[in-house]
Nanobody, 124 residues
Framework: QGQLVESGGGLVQPGGSLRLTCTAS????????MAWFRQTPGNNRTLIAR????????YYADSVKGRFAISRDNDKKTVDLQMNNLKPEDTAVYYC?????????????????WGQGTQVTVSA
């Protein structure tokens, strides 16, 4: 099954940028759709961006469209989330997720592999 490990979270001021990286170990991801979700206390985990197996199509939640960009490097087995113009409401734990197929939707159950999460805090 392998593992997904997120990195790059931290504290950033409003308007700043962060780049999250999801690295797969013990598995490949070149046949799998990948996604980033986020979760705040007391709320459901929600999808913010997803990318199909070859990177040729992406989808973003309205809340991050135009500010965030998802990309992947199947050779390096990484999926990145570039986050620009961050807002306090972007504060959350961010999770990387892998789907069992090359295409996937936005539901939690579309994904069967999860990282442990990385905290992103946007605050002055």
């Amino acid at each position: 099954q392998g593992q997904l490990v997120e990195s790059g979270g931290g504290l950033v001021q409003p308007g700043g940028s962060l780049r999250l990286t999801c690295t797969a170990s013990g598995r490949s991801i070149d046949r799998n759709a990948m996604a980033w979700f986020r979760q705040t206390p007391g709320n459901n985990r929600t999808l913010i961006a997803r990318i199909i197996y070859n990177g040729h199509s992406t989808y973003y939640a309205d809340s991050v469209k135009g500010r965030f960009a998802i990309s992947r490097d199947n050779d390096k087995k990484t999926v990145d989330l570039q986050m620009n113009n961050l807002k306090p409401e972007d504060t959350a734990v961010y999770y990387c997720a892998g789907a069992p197929y090359g295409y996937a939707g936005s539901r939690l159950k579309d994904y069967d592999s999860w990282g442990q999460g990385t905290q992103v805090t946007v605050s002055a």
